[in-house]
Structures are given as structure tokens and as C-alpha cells.
């Protein structure tokens, strides 16, 4: 979405300043209140990404984002879903498996599962891990000086 998340400016442009960002947004969409901000200022090759304003809708407290250009101050696009682009679906299924606080919940347990699981097979297997870990001088050799016979 280049139109959206991509500005045009040079690298010496200075930005607004985030109190009258915030005010643009808050004027422009009254039915909303901030709930946090994406701050980018890169330029590069008279490029860079958008701001991101990410807003709560009073009646029902659904969050919503919109992009904004930090240098001019125009808002370019309407308030969407977090899940609204593929990038953003993919990070709501990486973080939370499309299941919002049910999903990270899950994934915590699992996530502890799998410590438990590493933390039993060291234990279990401290024998071999020991004996993976110690260097063998004569063994060493061996292995080292194999000589190939044709």
C-alpha cells in the first residue's frame, strides 16, 4: 500500500510536531481516542513510511489504525482494522493464532510445555550431553589422521 505507508520528502524536512499530529486526528475522527502511536522518520532516497495513529472508537472500544503523513499533516486513509492488511493478519496469527487474548493464553501454555519438555530431556540425557561435550584426545587422533589407501 504505497500510497498509504509511503511518503515523499526530503531527508532534511523537518516533521510536525506530534501534539499537532495528534490534534489533526483527534479533530478529524471525533467519534475516537488515541490509543497509541507509530513514530517513523527515515528518509531515504526521498522515501519514507507514514506515521501510524492507532485509535479506540468510543461506542464499542474497537481499535482501528490510521496512517498519516508526518510532514504535511494529511490523513491517508480512513480507520481500519489491525487485521485489515496480509502483513497484519500474519502478525495477529504469529502472536495470538487469530484468537485475540484466548490465543496468546495457548500459546503461553504451549510455550511452557516446551520449556518443560527441554528442560526434562537435559536431565534426563545429562550422560550423553557430558559425554558430547568432552574432547577425546586419542579419539581425536583417530579420527584426524585417517589415512586414505587407494
Do not use: C
Amino acid at each position: 500500500m504505497p500510497q498509504k505507508m509511503q511518503v515523499t520528502a526530503l531527508p532534511q524536512t523537518p516533521r510536525l510536531s506530534l501534539d499537532s499530529l495528534i490534534n489533526k486526528v483527534k479533530n478529524t475522527f471525533v467519534n475516537y481516542e488515541i490509543g497509541t502511536w507509530e513514530i517513523f522518520d527515515n528518509i531515504k532516497n526521498n522515501q519514507g513510511r507514514t506515521d501510524t495513529a492507532y485509535i479506540i472508537r468510543h461506542t464499542d472500544n474497537v481499535w482501528k489504525k490510521v496512517y498519516l503523513n508526518q510532514y504535511t499533516g494529511e490523513i491517508l486513509s480512513e480507520p481500519v482494522d489491525l487485521d485489515h492488511d496480509l502483513t497484519d493478519w500474519l502478525l495477529d496469527l504469529h502472536y495470538q493464532l487469530l484468537l485475540a487474548t484466548k490465543g496468546a493464553f495457548f500459546g503461553f501454555v504451549i510455550a511452557l510445555l516446551f520449556l518443560f519438555l527441554a528442560i526434562s530431556g537435559i536431565i534426563l540425557y545429562r550422560h550423553f550431553w557430558l559425554k558430547f561435550f568432552t574432547l577425546r584426545f586419542k579419539k581425536a587422533k583417530q579420527i584426524f589422521s585417517v589415512i586414505y589407501i587407494k
